[in-house]
T-cell receptor, first 112, second 116 residues
Framework: DTAVSQTPKYLVTQMGNDKSIKCEQNLGHDTMYWYKQDSKKFLKIMFSYNNKELIINETVPNRFSPKSPDKAHLNLHINSLELGDSAVYFC???????????FGSGTRLTVV | AQSVAQPEDQVNVAEGNPLTVKCTYSVSGNPYLFWYVQYPNRGLQFLLKYITGDNLVKGSYGFEAEFNKSQTSFHLKKPSALVSDSALYFCAVRVAGASGTYKYIFGTGTRLKVLA
């Protein structure tokens, strides 16, 4: 009965590869997010999706693309991976009338 | 620029003592403020929020936070620390984004270590 689940938990890949991280929430929330946490533990919002529509796209390289097949899923695709993409990526969701996020447990991406 | 600052990378406190984790903010308008906790290998968990009303907000696990408008601060507190409180704590503020939407800005995090 996990609320927000991400797969995989760990991902090690070589520079130049393309990879995807999946996120699913069973809370019925309207908005889903992707955050990047760097080595200094700083959290930066990457994308926000509401009812399958991209709302916020921060200054993230276009190698990153969110894909939302339905309200319960928001996947993150990364093309041509670079060393600097190594980080922990968190998926989160939030209902429309509540300010509290529910976060997934994170995906640790290591690019070698 | 709108921002959140957590001036301490780490806070050490003895078990049973009161703890404070500091947060200051810089936003236009009335702030919506939040505290989250991250345990090792886990996602962030919501602790508490301030939207309006009483300046002292009570949250999960016995934590509370005090909103101080004049000092633009929202410090997290607990009267008696537990070893199990050891974790990474994030302060966040909600600000207006593009096209009538909102985004959340997180601080850099403060690692709390409670010593037995």
């Amino acid at each position: 009965d996990t609320a927000v689940s991400q797969t995989p938990k760990y991902l090690v890949t070589q520079m130049g590869n393309d990879k995807s991280i999946k996120c699913e929430q069973n809370l019925g929330h309207d908005t889903m997010y992707w955050y990047k946490q760097d080595s200094k533990k700083f959290l930066k919002i990457m994308f926000s999706y509401n009812n399958k529509e991209l709302i916020i796209n921060e200054t993230v390289p276009n190698r990153f693309s969110p894909k939302s097949p339905d309200k319960a899923h928001l996947n993150l695709h990364i093309n041509s991976l670079e060393l600097g993409d190594s980080a922990v990526y968190f998926c989160a969701s939030r209902p429309t009338n509540n300010y509290g996020y529910t976060f997934g447990s994170g995906t640790r991406l290591t690019v070698v | 620029a709108q921002s959140v600052a957590q001036p301490e990378d780490q806070v050490n406190v003895a078990e049973g003592n009161p703890l404070t984790v500091k947060c200051t903010y810089s936003v236009s308008g009335n702030p919506y403020l939040f505290w989250y906790v991250q345990y090792p290998n886990r996602g962030l968990q919501f602790l508490l929020k301030y939207i309006t009303g009483d300046n002292l907000v009570k949250g999960s696990y016995g934590f509370e936070a005090e909103f101080n408008k004049s000092q633009t601060s929202f410090h997290l507190k607990k009267p008696s620390a537990l070893v199990s409180d050891s974790a990474l704590y994030f302060c966040a503020v909600r600000v207006a984004g593009a096209s009538g939407t909102y985004k959340y800005i997180f601080g850099t995090g403060t690692r709390l270590k409670v010593l037995a």
